[in-house]
């Protein structure tokens, strides 16, 4: 078997950038007094306005995407405005100076301080991960993999993800040559980790957001709360059928549930899986 998680929201009960960007404010506050929440905040909202502005001018309407090409066309034109967003980051400077350790550091003090939480079972899946000797890797558009693997500093995990530079940049895995922002992106990251696999193996892909889609059309689990979630809300609009675990068939390439217990007492991740390669 082999595991392949998104981070935010997926392996996480919450997104990890807002705790991200708020680190990277105390830690400039603390070194030299320098408040720059207003400017996180300006960073921030631009994103928002450049979101929505994008969402509303799309030539095809949110509820007139019933396909998932054209959903796929929408999100991989939003390319631009996530770059763009990454400029605005390094224009602002909140990343600045720090380096991987500090990073991985606030990874770690986040999740001690309860700040960031696990998953539940997320723990659990980890144990059986060991003990059976399974592949797990991490693909995440997260802009820091060393924050991540703070986070996470408990596992030995491989982490595809971007990374803030000393000069506060946020640059792309080695394995893409390009920033991970969306969800063509993450894809093309599987595919490369992939690339000398052992396709005998069974791969599971876990996500909760509509940047993990065209890797969960491999074959994977929906991560979600309830049934009410973006992503799902989005598959069920262009047609993908999405069973709970509990009731998934053999022909199901995706199922969801509302976290890692629920996929442990499915028995997804017994030897006699009904799930398809990938």
């Known amino acids: 078997m082999r595991l392949l998680f998104d981070f935010d929201g997926t392996i996480t009960e919450k997104d990890t950038i807002g705790e991200l960007g708020e680190a990277a404010i105390r830690f400039h506050k603390a070194k030299s007094g320098h408040d720059l929440q207003p400017t996180w905040d300006t960073v921030v909202q631009h994103y928002i306005d450049d979101f929505q502005l994008y969402k509303n001018d799309y030539h095809i309407p ?3 995407r019933i396909s998932l090409e054209e959903e ?3 999100q991989a034109k939003q390319k631009d405005l996530e ?10 400077r909140v990343f600045e100076g720090l380096r991987t350790d500090d990073l991985f550091q606030m990874g770690t003090e986040a999740v001690e301080s309860g700040r960031v939480v696990l998953r539940k079972g997320f723990k659990d899946v980890m144990a059986l991960v060991e003990q059976r000797k399974w592949d797990v890797a991490i693909v995440s558009v997260n802009w820091s993999r060393a924050f991540i693997r ?6 030995e995990l491989n982490v595809i993800a971007n990374e803030i530079s000393p000069r506060g940049v946020v640059q792309g895995p080695n394995i893409l040559g390009g920033t991970m922002t969306n969800s063509a992106d993450k894809k093309a990251a599987l595919c490369r980790l992939l690339e000398d696999a052992d396709r005998e193996t069974k791969t599971l892909y876990f996500g909760d957001s509509n940047t993990d889609i065209e890797c969960l059309l491999k074959g994977g689990v929906v991560v979600s709360a309830d049934e009410s979630s973006a992503l799902m809300k989005t598959l069920r609009r262009v047609g993908v059928p999405v069973p709970h675990v509990s009731s998934a068939q053999g022909d199901a390439t995706i ?3 509302r976290d890692f217990d629920e996929v442990l007492r499915s028995g997804l991740l017994e030897p006699a899986s009904r799930n398809r390669e990938l």
């Open 72 to 74: 796929l066309e929408f």
């Open 62 to 64: 949110e509820n007139s």
């Open 150 to 155: 703070g986070v996470l500093h408990q596992y």
């Open 255 to 257: 199922s969801w549930a």
């Open 83 to 92: 770059e763009r967003s990454l400029v605005r980051i390094e224009q602002s």
